[in-house]
């Protein structure tokens, strides 16, 4: 079946400017995740979203962050503002039930460069 | 808070060699352990993992044991392959449902 699917695959942008980044999570997948690749902080989590329930936004790294996730399927980061040291791979993951144990299902990544 | 060290790397091998990649992590409670990779040009994928202490997760002729005595998940493949060649990141998994990876470490395989 289909995997984890993010759009775009890479995305060029001047500072200053705001960004979205889409994914798509496996159907049925009522868990979804949002990390961070960089290379100077590694896979960072960034906000996690379980069903209906408010999301934890809690490895946002600033107000210029912000993620929604619309019917319980896809979402979408939004980045305002962008700095340069926003510059990193967004990956996207999904999980069946967001239990502890589950194994995550990573999308392959948006890459942002920022200018 | 949770966290995890693993070998950085770069790790240069030939084809055949005997693999392993040291992973040790810090969490309270019992976490589930986990080891992704990366091939190039694709996303992150599970590659095995351990629920329990003592449990051994395997795939693909990669084994590695969760020992909670040592908070260790050390990595291990008895004869690589150059397809082999990617990057490996240790997670885990405590008690919620964020994982917290190591640096992940880069392996090259030669033929």
């Known amino acids: 079946g289909a995997g984890v699917s993010q759009s775009p695959s890479n995305k060029v942008t001047e500072k200053g400017k705001d960004v979205e980044l889409r994914c798509d999570p496996i159907?049925?997948?009522?868990?979804l995740y949002w990390y961070r690749q960089s290379l100077g902080q590694g896979l960072e989590f960034l906000i996690y979203f379980q069903g209906n329930s408010a999301p934890d936004k809690s490895g946002l790294p600033s107000d210029r962050f912000s993620a929604e996730r619309t019917g319980g399927s896809v979402s979408t980061l939004t980045i305002q503002r962008t700095q340069q040291e926003d510059s990193a791979v967004y990956l996207c993951?999904?999980?069946?039930?967001?239990?502890?144990?589950?194994?995550?299902?990573f999308g392959p990544g948006t890459r942002l460069t920022v200018l | 808070g949770d966290s995890v060290t693993q070998m950085e790397g770069p790790v240069t091998l030939s084809e055949e060699a005997f693999l392993t990649i040291n992973c040790t992590y810090t969490a309270t409670g019992y976490p589930s352990l986990f080891w992704y990779v990366q091939y190039p040009g694709e996303g992150l994928q599970l590659l095995l993992k351990?629920?329990?202490?003592?449990d051994k997760g395997s795939n693909k002729g990669f084994e590695a044991t969760y020992r909670k005595e040592t908070t260790s998940f050390h990595l291990e493949k008895g004869s690589v392959q150059v397809s082999d060649s990617a990057v490996y990141f240790c997670?885990?998994?405590?008690?919620?449902?964020?994982?917290?990876f190591g640096a992940g470490t880069t392996v090259t395989v030669r033929a």
């Open positions: 993951a999904s999980s069946p039930g967001g239990a502890v144990r589950d194994e995550q299902f």
């Open positions: 351990a629920t329990k202490a003592d």
């Open positions: 159907s049925g997948h009522t868990a």
């Open positions: 997670a885990l998994n405590g008690n919620d449902y964020k994982l917290s």
